[in-house]
């Protein structure tokens, strides 16, 4: 609501800081549409998709088409021709895809069942364009259409040439996420500059984009499914931390590319007519999102949901009116009416949201029920590990052993190679970045183990996760005693030297060699851990003065051995006679 509010302050209409180079910033912000799908696309693996072909053929197919009908009649029934009703009916029954889907990841709403039922509508929605877009020359009226010039804006290619560019984009897209994209991110991950993979990763959005647009494919469900294909890939997190603050920037842009672009002269001239017409689409796609929602199995509160949050015009509008124009299916004027219904039915969305969230929702007992195939099911456990080496191999292993799910990061390209190899699943990036930790779920993670061989990074990790997600319990790897009280001050929960282990078991095995009993040897080393884990706690109060440390360290090196002494020589008086 704000970047809506603040477009319409600096736009033509209030202050004119920006106005005449509104469709080339439009066209830019449009990029945040396209970043956005291309994440949800990561989000979603083949499989998950083809779980949803019911929700996203059913529900969304019947949205755009009884929409459509009832839209188109009303338009005939107002005076429009029939051919421009039909065009009418059909780019209003879009919805905007930014608009709803910021709103769903804003308020957590996704994971229900409207904002699974919503999501479904919107991508169907996308995919409708380009049918539609094919559809409009042939609603014009004979003879007024230059196919010359509509030609001209393609490829310039014949039917068939330009119908197998099209298979072979697509093909690419699924062919290049699949075998190229791997051997080229592993080639820049080992060069360990992260310029290189923004830049690849932006440029990987940017290439799709404008091949889909050379062949007249919508660009948005291009990246869309360039994501679904990366979805399985193990630099997916990495790609996902690179994309995320440009999508909510160029988001934020076309938001206020919408609150500039509304013609307030024309609002002014006709105040009655515009917002009867925004009134009149709300009234009409509000009822029937909620018959759909019924007839789809939607409960009460996810269905007043599903139409509150789908009830506006779409962004995809503003292109199919002004292409609507070119084709002569309707004049300028009324493209240029139904434009600013479309921006005022966006701008009321977050107002409606509202209304939803304040007086609505409260009403019901029970909150939106979790859809029961989640959109989005979650891709990492409730453990992280950070550090895929041979110290954070053989704690992930046990814990995948007693059943537990995890998300594995790690740094080293040619580790991750390595371990696919043997079936485990390790997605690249360095761990010390919060974007990369949101992606891999550290939001909703219960611990975090940090299995880093490196000190400083240790520490810099553990500061980053205390501050950004304070609820992640930390279990981190120590190199030794010094590290690990830096890890304690850093806010570790618990810390491991990563040679204390291995070391108590080696003096074990040491002292059955020399004579002892097996029983003897494994209380000694249980003993000695006991205490020196002990004295680490207790000693952790006087890291940093050097006088005090080593005068405490002395006297527990002697209380240990006065405990193993009295340990022995009351073992020996309880003993059995031989």
């Known amino acids: 609501m704000g970047y809506l509010l603040a477009g319409v302050v600096i736009g033509p209409f209030v202050f004119g800081l920006v106005g005449a180079e509104g469709q080339g910033v439009m066209r830019l912000a449009e990029f945040g549409v396209i970043l956005m799908l291309f ?14 072909r019911v929700p996203i053929l059913g529900l969304g197919g019947s949205q755009v088409v009884l929409t459509a009908l009832v ?21 209003l029954s879009l919805s905007s895809t930014a608009m709803v889907l910021q709103t769903l990841e804003e308020k957590g709403w996704m994971k229900t069942q409207a904002g699974s039922g919503g999501f479904s509508v919107l991508l169907f929605q996308d ?28 490829t310039g290619l014949s039917g068939w040439l330009e119908a197998l560019l099209v298979v072979g984009v697509v093909a690419g897209i699924i062919v290049g996420g699949r075998f190229l994209v791997r051997p080229v991110f592993r080639w820049i991950a080992l060069s360990r500059s992260s310029e290189v993979l923004i830049a690849t990763a932006l440029s990987l959005v940017i290439g799709i984009t404008l091949a889909m647009e050379y ?15 990366l979805a399985e890939n193990e630099y997916r997190h ?19 590319s919408v609150g500039a672009s509304i013609d307030f002269d024309l609002v002014m001239q006709s105040p009655g007519l515009i917002f009867g017409l925004v009134l009149l689409l709300i009234g009409i796609k509000f009822p029937l999102l909620l018959l759909l929602g019924r007839l789809f199995g939607l409960k009460l509160a996810d269905n007043l949901m599903f139409a509150f949050i789908l009830a506006q015009g779409g962004e995809f509008a503003f292109l199919l009116f002004s292409y609507a124009t070119q084709t002569r299916v309707m004049d300028h004027a009324l493209a240029n009416q139904m434009i600013v219904v479309i921006a ?37 456990g409730p453990v992280i590990v950070a550090g895929y080496g041979r ?29 696919g190899r043997f079936g485990y699943k390790v997605f690249y990036g360095d761990a010390r970045r919060v974007e990369l930790l949101r992606a891999a779920g550290a939001g909703k993670a219960r611990l ?131």
């Open 39 to 52: 994440l949800i696309g990561l989000e979603l693996n083949p499989g998950k998709l083809w779980r949803m």
């Open 71 to 91: 839209i188109g009649s009303a338009a005939f029934l107002l005076g429009a021709s029939l051919q421009t009703a039909t065009a009418i009916g059909l780019i």
């Open 127 to 154: 995919i409708a364009v380009i049918p539609i877009l094919a559809l409009l020359p042939l609603l014009a009226p004979a003879g007024n259409v230059d196919v010359q010039q509509l030609q001209g804006e393609g």
């Open 215 to 229: 062949v007249n494919l919508s660009p948005a469900l291009g990246t869309f499914l360039a994501g679904v294909v």
């Open 238 to 256: 990495e790609l996902e931390a690179n994309i995320q603050p440009f999508k909510g920037l160029f988001l934020g842009l076309f938001f206020i």
């Open 344 to 380: 005022l039915s966006m701008v009321l969305t977050p107002l409606m949201v509202i209304v939803y969230e304040r007086w609505v929702r409260p009403r019901f007992s029970a909150r939106a029920t979790v859809a029961e195939n989640e959109l989005m099911e979650p891709q990492q």
């Open 391 to 419: 110290f954070g191999q053989v704690v992930s292993r046990m814990l995948m052993a007693d059943g537990v799910e995890m998300t594995l990061l790690d740094h080293d390209a040619s580790q991750i190679e390595l371990t």
């Open 448 to 578: 975090l183990i940090v299995a880093f061989g490196n000190r400083e990074r240790t520490v810099e990790l553990v500061k980053t996760v205390r501050s950004h997600f304070p609820h992640l319990k930390i279990l981190a790897r120590a190199y030794d005693r010094a590290h690990a009280y830096e890890l304690k001050a850093a806010g570790a929960h618990s810390v491991i030297r990563e040679t204390f282990g291995s070391a108590l078991l080696t003096g074990e095995e040491a002292l059955k060699l020399l004579g002892s009993s097996e029983d003897r040897a494994h209380r000694v080393m249980k003993l000695f851990k006991e205490h020196d884990e002990t004295g680490l706690e207790k000693m952790y109060e006087l890291w940093g003065d050097d006088l005090a440390y080593g005068l405490r360290i002395r006297q527990e090196l002697k209380q240990l051995e006065k405990v193993l002494q009295d340990d022995q020589q009351d073992r020996a008086e309880h003993s059995p006679p031989r």
